[in-house]
């Protein structure tokens, strides 16, 4: 089962009814959260072309959260309490690679816990600052505006909170390096000019022109590539 998504996250806000909490909302475009009622209607799943499916439980739990249909849904189990004290940075990479696996293959994924209100939540907002660097009241923001009902326990929230502050150190260390790798190529082909120069190298200059148009080349490809991505 696949199914085509947008790669926009971001989507309108619902029109929230009390009755909704026992149902499944798509969060951001390919991703739904819900509660356990939503992992066992096969028909529902069906019809919103879901493919993977992630249950977030504790051990206590594993026997009514589990894997309803094996045969017919990829499945992500992951042991999580909802506790303050529940680290859930440590299990983000798993989840993360789950999902983006599932997203590169056009799939739908349905995250859920027991309620919906907490863990299922805090693992897509967590998500989506990894994804879309926004910061992590941003991100809470945007899952309830599809899924209205959610209470991220405290201790979730400032996990939220330090792992904004992770994502923007990693973009940043990236982005320094970038900016570290283009000084160094242009430093070697202005050592390059100077000794062309010095020898008196006319082929420099046609050289350093492709160079330039190359890299000219390369940003249009990488600027198309960001358009399409967001």
């Not at 493919?51 to 189990?77: G, H, M, N, T, W």
Request: glycine share 4%; proline share 3%; net charge negative.
């Amino acid at each position: 089962m696949t199914g085509q998504h947008t790669d926009t996250f971001e989507l309108p806000q619902l029109d929230w009814t009390y009755e909704m909490r026992r149902e499944c909302q798509e969060v951001v475009s390919g991703i739904w959260v819900g509660p356990a009622e939503s992992g066992k209607n096969l028909e529902n799943l069906l019809r919103l072309d879901i493919s993977s499916i992630v249950v977030l439980r504790s051990p206590c739990e594993a026997l009514f959260l589990k894997p309803r249909f094996p045969d017919q849904f990829q499945y992500l189990v992951l042991d999580v309490h909802d506790r303050q004290d529940q680290n859930l940075i440590s299990i983000y990479p798993s989840f993360r690679d789950f999902v983006d696996a599932s997203r590169v293959q056009g799939q739908r994924v349905l995250i859920h816990d027991d309620g919906g209100m907490s863990r299922a939540p805090a693992m897509a907002a967590m998500y989506v600052i990894d994804k879309r660097a926004l910061k992590f009241q941003d991100a809470i923001s945007m899952i309830q505006y599809r899924r209205y009902c959610i209470h991220i326990n405290q201790g979730f929230v400032r996990q939220l909170k330090e792992f904004e502050a992770v994502c923007l150190a990693r973009d940043q260390y990236k982005k320094h390096q970038q900016t570290g790798e283009s000084a160094k190529e242009m430093n070697t082909i202005k050592a390059a000019r100077r000794r062309r120069e010095e020898n008196g190298d006319s082929s420099f200059e046609a050289s350093d022109n492709w160079r330039q148009q190359k890299r000219g080349r390369e940003e249009m490809e990488d600027e198309e590539r960001d358009a399409m991505e967001t």
